[in-house]
């Protein structure tokens, strides 16, 4: 029995010591850089499909402009006074009139067909493999994993906590990251305590109101492992540019050890009750 409990321990010691190791070695594949052009690396297939979706848009404004900065160009210049002194006088052209009703309402539903297929895509997800649910607070968020009982709080590092040497960002760290297994479909459902929060993780594309009363759902599937941030993003009272997010996305394997051993931990409750008590104190 003593040899059971003795293996036991220096198991869950292991995989705790694991878990921590992780968070150093983690990289932050999606991490804007100063002076970074385009969206950042995407770590899901939504992510891509936004990123994708994005370019395209881009290309078809590129050529709007293009197109009406050259009619700009040539009314000036062919058309001024100096260069045809007698100006027409007609005041339709039916065929003008067509092309210039039909080809803004072409483009339209070429972008509008895209559009509504990516937000049927990334509206939900039939079979998940994982359900995590998000709760907004004013100003944390809380995890929770419905099917194994795990629950805890993410609170916002503070200014004096940050270790800069180990590449920690100011306002983006928190004490307990979200840990996600890569390469599994992820439910996510958001709901809120009290008032109006937005969970936001770009690389993922994600970004959905958390509704206190309600559930939102939506899902994402990460691709990289790394360490991914994200902010709230909706105006939830005056903390709401310090309420970051943490994910760190490992193996489904370093997933399961780090479930195994959160379940055999269960005690984080009550401190990060305590510790966001004093927090809002000072
Ligand atoms: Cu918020």
Known sequence: MSRISAFFTGWVLTMVCASSAWAQELPTPSFPVPWQLNLQTPASPVAEQLVEFHNFLLVICTVISLVVLALLLWCAFRYNAKANPVPSKNAHNTLLEIAW???????????????????????????????????????????????????????????????????????????????????????????ATDVLHAWTIPAFGVKLDSVPGRTNETWTRITIPGKFYGQCSELCGINHSFMPIVVHAVSPEEFEAWRASELAANDNTPDDANRFAALIQE
């Open 101 to 191: 009703t039909a080809i803004p309402v072409i483009i339209l539903v070429v972008i509008a067909v895209p559009s509504y297929r990516l937000l049927y895509y990334m509206d939900r997800i039939e079979d998940p493999e994982l359900t995590v649910k998000v709760v907004g607070n004013q100003w944390y968020w809380t995890y929770e994993f419905p099917d194994y009982d795990i629950s805890f709080d993410s609170l916002p590092l503070q200014d004096d906590e940050i270790d800069v040497a180990a590449g920690q960002h100011r306002l983006l760290e928190v004490d307990t990251p979200l840990i996600l297994p890569t390469d599994t479909d992820i439910r996510i459902l958001f709901t």
